[in-house]
C-alpha cells in the first residue's frame, strides 16, 4: 500500500516543507486540488455530499496546480505530484499537454494527472466553454495527449478539436526506458467516470464513496470496463480515501486499492495550520505507515 498527502486547506507557501517531510516519513505522493474559477453564488450541485453542498465557498483561495506542484518538485525528490482533480475539458488539450510536460520534465518525471470532467456548470460558462459534451471532450482529450506526449507529429481531426500537423515537444521524462508516460487516472463515482477510468485511465480516484463496500460496488464497474476494453491485464492504480485506521487500510488493499489518500490532520474545524499539517505527518506515519505501507 502506498499512501498520498492531500493539500487541501494549507498555505502554498508551506506545502513544499509538508511534502517534504511526508516524503521523509513515508508518504509517495502529495495531491492538490484544482478549480480555475468560481462563480460568486455556487448552487447546491455537488456531487459528493447529500445536500449537494460543496466543501469550498465563492472566496475559497484557488492556486494553479502546475505552479505549486513545481514549487514542492523543487523541495523534494522523489514523491510523487498529483493532482486531485485537474478538471481537463475546461482547457484546450494542447494547454494543458504542455504544462503537465513542463512540471514532468522539471521533477524528473514525477508527475501523475489526476482528471475529472467538472461538476459546476457556471464554472464552464464563465470561460466559455460546454458543460453538456464536457464528457465526450474529455474521452478525446485523454488519448490525444498521450499522442502528443509519444508521437513524432500530431495531427488530429476529432469531434470537438482538430489541429496539425504539430511537432509537440519535449516529450516526457516518463516515456524513457520503455516506460509508459504520463499516468492518467480518472476521478469520480458516477457509472460514465468509473466506465471512462476503465476504459482510458490509468487508475480510478475514488471520490466520494460512503465506505469501503461503496468502493467495492464502484470498483466492479471498473474492472468491467477494463475488461471489456481488453485492459485487464495493463498496470492500474486504484487511489482511495479512507479512515486513517490501520484495519481500514488493510480492508482497502483487500479490495484491490493501491494507494491510499488520508488527511493527518483529524477532527479539524476552521483554518488548518502548517503546524497542524507537519504533526499530523508525523502521526500518521508513526500509526499507520510503519504498521501497514511500503515505506
Not at 464563465?126 to 498521450?146: A, N
Not at 490501520?246 to 480492508?251: A, D, I
Request: charged residues 25%; negative net charge.
Amino acid at each position: 500500500m502506498r499512501f498520498g498527502l492531500p493539500m487541501y486547506g494549507l498555505s502554498p507557501r508551506h506545502q513544499p516543507e509538508a511534502a517534504r517531510l511526508a516524503e521523509e516519513n513515508g508518504f509517495e505522493s502529495v495531491w492538490v486540488p484544482e478549480h480555475l474559477v468560481l462563480p460568486a453564488e455556487i448552487p447546491p450541485t455537488y456531487l459528493y455530499t447529500p445536500d449537494g453542498r460543496p466543501p469550498i465557498e465563492p472566496r475559497t483561495p484557488m492556486y494553479d496546480p502546475w505552479v505549486v506542484l513545481a514549487a514542492i518538485a523543487a523541495s523534494t525528490e522523489r514523491i510523487r505530484l498529483a493532482t486531485n482533480v485537474y478538471v481537463l475539458p475546461l482547457r484546450h488539450p494542447i494547454t494543458t499537454a504542455r504544462s503537465v510536460v513542463t512540471l514532468d520534465r522539471v521533477s524528473g518525471g514525477r508527475v501523475t494527472l489526476g482528471i475529472g470532467v467538472g461538476w459546476l456548470e457556471e464554472e464552464f460558462g464563465i470561460v466559455g466553454q460546454s458543460f453538456r459534451d464536457r464528457g465526450s471532450r474529455t474521452d478525446e482529450i485523454i488519448p490525444l495527449l498521450r499522442r502528443l506526449w509519444s508521437e513524432e507529429t500530431v495531427t488530429h481531426e476529432g469531434r470537438h478539436y482538430a489541429f496539425g500537423p504539430v511537432a509537440f515537444e519535449p516529450k516526457p521524462v516518463q516515456r524513457r526506458g520503455g516506460g509508459r508516460g504520463i499516468p492518467v487516472e480518472v476521478g469520480g463515482t458516477s457509472p460514465p467516470a468509473l466506465r471512462r477510468a476503465g476504459r482510458l485511465g490509468d487508475g480510478w480516484i475514488e471520490i466520494g464513496a460512503k465506505d469501503l463496500d461503496d468502493v467495492a460496488r464502484m470498483l466492479a464497474v471498473v474492472r468491467a470496463a477494463r475488461e471489456e476494453a481488453g485492459r485487464a491485464d495493463e498496470p492500474f492504480e486504484v487511489t482511495c480515501s479512507v479512515p486513517a485506521d490501520v484495519g481500514s487500510v488493510r480492508r482497502a488493499e483487500e479490495l484491490g486499492v493501491t494507494r491510499v489518500i488520508a488527511s493527518p490532520v483529524r477532527g479539524h474545524t476552521g483554518r488548518i495550520t502548517r503546524e497542524d499539517v507537519l504533526d499530523g505527518i508525523k502521526r500518521f506515519a508513526d500509526e499507520v505507515i510503519a504498521r501497514t505501507g511500503d515505506g
